[in-house]
C-alpha cells in the first residue's frame, strides 16, 4: 500500500511538471503572422501606392505645359567644363522634351527633360518613372534600384556592358531628368546631377 501512495505521489509530480512546461511554452511563443494578414498588408500598400499614383496624374493632367523652347533654355550651357552641344528640343509625341550632351576626354554625359504635364505628360510620368520606382533588379548585366536623392527618389541604373548609368528623377513636381552618363560612376554622375539647376 506503501508503495501505491509513493508511486501515485510521483505520477502526480511529473504531470504538474509537464503542464507548468506547457504554461511557460505557451507564454513565451508569439503569435505567427498569418500568410491572410501578410498578404492584406501587401494588398493594402499596393492600393496604396495606386491611389497616390493616380492623384499625382490628376495633379499633372491639370497643369499647363511648357514649349520645347522653355525646356531647352533650362538645360545648363556648361557642365564642369564641359560644353553643351548636339541640343534638341521638340513635342513630337505629345510632350514637351528636350536633350543636350557634354563630352570630355572619355567621359560623356547626356541629359533629358520631360515635361510631365498634361494628359500624355502624366502617361510619361506613370510609365518612365512611378513604374520603376521600389522595383530592385540586378542580374550579371547591371542594375536597377531607387535611391535618395535631393530630398526625393531616384530611380538608378546600370549597364554594364556599355559601361553606362542612369539616374531618373522629378523636379519642381513636374520634370522627369534623366542624367546619363558613360565612363563615370555613380557617385560622380550623381554629384554633377545635384549641381544642375532647372528654372522655369
Known amino acids: 500500500m506503501k508503495q501505491f501512495f509513493t508511486l501515485l505521489v510521483i505520477t ?21 503572422v498569418s500568410i491572410d494578414e501578410a498578404k492584406v498588408k501587401e494588398e493594402d500598400a499596393l492600393k ?25 533654355s533650362s538645360l545648363p550651357k556648361d557642365m564642369d ?41 502624366a502617361t510619361q510620368y506613370a510609365l518612365n518613372y512611378w513604374s520603376k520606382l521600389n522595383m530592385p533588379e540586378e542580374t550579371s548585366a547591371g542594375y536597377t534600384k531607387t535611391i535618395d536623392f535631393n530630398g526625393g527618389k531616384a530611380v538608378e541604373s546600370f549597364d554594364k556592358a556599355s559601361n553606362q548609368i542612369s539616374l531618373a528623377y522629378m523636379v519642381n513636381q513636374r520634370l ?17 546631377a545635384q549641381k544642375i539647376s532647372f528654372k522655369l
Do not use: W
Not at 507548468?20 to 503569435?31: H, V, Y
Not at 496604396?48 to 495633379?59: F, H, L, N, S, V
Open 12 to 32: 502526480a509530480c511529473f504531470h504538474y511538471s509537464c503542464s507548468n512546461d506547457n504554461k511557460a511554452s505557451a507564454t513565451t511563443t508569439e503569435p505567427a
Open 81 to 121: 567644363g564641359m560644353k553643351q552641344r548636339n541640343l534638341d528640343a521638340h513635342s513630337a509625341l505629345g510632350y514637351a522634351h528636350a536633350a543636350c550632351e557634354y563630352k570630355k576626354d572619355s567621359i560623356s554625359l547626356m541629359i533629358t527633360v520631360n515635361d510631365c504635364a498634361g494628359e500624355v505628360g
Open 176 to 192: 522627369l531628368i534623366m542624367v546619363t552618363g558613360k565612363n563615370i560612376n555613380a557617385e560622380d554622375l550623381k554629384a554633377k
Open 48 to 72: 496604396k501606392a495606386k491611389e497616390e499614383k493616380e492623384k499625382k496624374m490628376e495633379e499633372l493632367k491639370k497643369m499647363t505645359p511648357y514649349s520645347p523652347d522653355q525646356l531647352k
